[in-house]
């Protein structure tokens, strides 16, 4: 789960080292499933988006806007700060980052796009008394965001962290972040070479909407059952075009609610039909011999839907000593969910950082950034039929790895490239465009921010 990134973030000792590569086909990589219907894909040239931003760059997320064809890149650093760049050709070159307002020592980015083409941006912050998250708007794509908005709790000393945002279809902003009335509740597990997870903690996932593009902020929603202390965090949401609101949690099982002792967590699904008012029961995904344990620092959850409305949440379980990638899907709006389809090929305890996008009916996309090489991070990158199964082995986007103690962040950025539909002719094949962190070029390098587009 993420923290603030020059606070308890472990981060190798910056240098100077950039990585620019160039990968035109990549087969798939040895060992994994056989392919299915797909050819081998094409990998453009690979993008550094963060170069400009000093220091250390990771934690990545990604939102496009289809409409303007645009691609639009949040992610932590540029000295201790937020950045984001925008991209006009569907992730192939991108702007210099400009560098959000109030966001020194802020942490956990997340980006969403308006149908008006309005950017919201949101990250955590804190002062000396509140944590909370803030959301900043641009009405020029991306040059600027000069709407501020603090959403700060009515709770004094809180507890909060990781914030996701997304925008319904008539223009509501949604934001779930993890939040409990006192941080004086919460205790940290802190892994070399990566971030913090929790050892106590009042943990609950809440929501708060806008209906006035970000100036105003509703009171919290209770997402997670159980509040106070539900064990809820790291919250993923989905808004479906009849407006129907989706969230993927992570849930931990609590031993003690005065204490606030946790065992292991498993994913959860809950959905609202009445803009975030109540919520329905949550279903767990997957058995329950298969959980997260409380050492896992990533952030671990994500939630999608292809253009029919087919549901597809992604996770990894570390049971036994070892750490596996699932993907589940629904075809009947979250009521129940598929058989689990292993993702992760590799048999080991590597970090697997697992996410997905939904793309045309059926059809689903599945990427990974993980360190099961010897050689260090990667991303990786396969395509999942509802119909047919797998489609390819799992495809490495990333030609260079990076160094394992450098954390890459919690995150990565995966969408379907905003490409317009023709207006005569078959369609174009599906492109993915993917971003992550990575500290390529030596043991000394920094992490920084790359994306590539992949043609299936």
């Known amino acids: 789960m993420a923290r603030k990134l020059g606070s308890v973030r472990t981060w190798a000792l910056a240098a100077a080292g950039t990585c620019s590569v160039i990968l035109i086909t990549v087969p798939a990589t040895a060992g994994t499933v056989a392919a299915g219907s797909m050819g081998r894909p094409h990998i453009s040239p690979i993008t550094e988006f963060s170069k400009g931003c000093p220091g250390q760059n990771a934690e990545v997320e990604q939102a496009v806007d289809p409409a303007r064809g645009l691609v639009y890149e949040e992610w932590m650093g540029c000295d201790n700060q937020i950045g984001v760049a925008t991209s006009s050709d569907g992730g192939l070159h991108f702007s210099a980052p400009v560098v959000l307002a109030d966001s020194f020592g802020a942490w956990d980015p997340s980006i969403?796009?308006?149908?008006?083409?309005?950017?919201?941006?949101?990250?955590?912050?804190?002062?000396?008394?509140?944590?909370?998250?803030?959301?900043?708007?641009?009405?020029n794509h991306g040059r600027t965001f000069p709407r501020v908005a603090k959403v700060v709790s009515k709770q004094r000393n809180n507890w909060g962290d990781r914030d996701f945002i997304a925008v319904g279809p008539q223009g509501t902003l949604y934001l779930t972040w993890d939040y409990g009335p006192s941080v004086k509740d919460v205790t940290y597990i802190c892994s070399k070479g990566g971030s913090c997870s929790f050892a106590t903690g009042d943990l609950n996932i809440v929501m708060q909407k806008s209906t006035d593009g970000g100036?105003?902020?509703?009171?919290?929603?209770?997402?997670?059952?159980?509040?106070?202390?539900?064990?809820?965090?790291?919250?993923p949401l989905l808004v479906e075009p009849d407006g129907k609101i989706y969230v993927e949690?992570?849930?931990?099982?609590?031993?003690?609610?005065?204490?606030?002792?946790?065992?292991?967590?498993?994913?959860?699904?809950?959905?609202?039909?009445?803009?975030?008012?109540?919520?329905?029961?949550?279903?767990?995904?997957?058995p329950s011999r298969l959980s997260m344990n409380r050492s896992e620092w990533w952030i671990d959850g994500d939630i999608s839907a292809d253009s029919a409305g087919n549901l597809y949440a992604t996770w990894d379980t570390q049971v036994g000593g070892h750490d596996i990638g699932w993907l589940a899907y629904s075809t009947d709006h979250g009521k129940r969910w598929s058989a689990l389809r292993r993702v992760t090929p590799d048999t080991d305890n590597a970090t697997h950082i697992v996410q997905v996008a939904g793309g045309s009916r059926g059809v689903a996309y599945v990427g990974w950034l993980a360190d099961n090489s010897p050689r260090g991070y990667a991303l990786y990158l396969r395509p999942f039929s509802i119909r047919k199964g797998w489609l390819s082995g799992p495809v490495r986007v990333s030609q260079t790895f990076g160094n394992s103690a450098v954390w890459p962040g919690d995150t990565f950025g995966i969408s379907l490239e905003p490409t317009p539909s023709p207006t005569?002719?078959?369609?174009?094949?599906?492109?993915?465009?993917?971003?992550?962190?990575?500290g390529v070029g030596g043991k000394h390098a920094d992490s920084q921010d790359r994306a590539a587009v992949v043609t299936f």
């Open 424 to 438: 005569s002719g078959p369609p174009p094949p599906p492109m993915v465009v993917v971003s992550w962190g990575s």
């Open 215 to 235: 100036r105003h902020w509703g009171p919290i929603t209770h997402v997670s059952p159980g509040f106070p202390a539900s064990g809820g965090d790291s919250a």
């Open 112 to 139: 969403a796009v308006a149908p008006s083409g309005t950017v919201y941006a949101a990250f955590m912050n804190a002062t000396s008394h509140h944590t909370f998250p803030v959301v900043e708007a641009s009405f």
């Open 249 to 286: 949690y992570q849930g931990y099982h609590m031993t003690s609610r005065t204490k606030f002792t946790m065992t292991t967590a498993h994913s959860f699904v809950t959905s609202s039909a009445n803009g975030g008012r109540t919520w329905s029961a949550p279903v767990r995904i997957g």
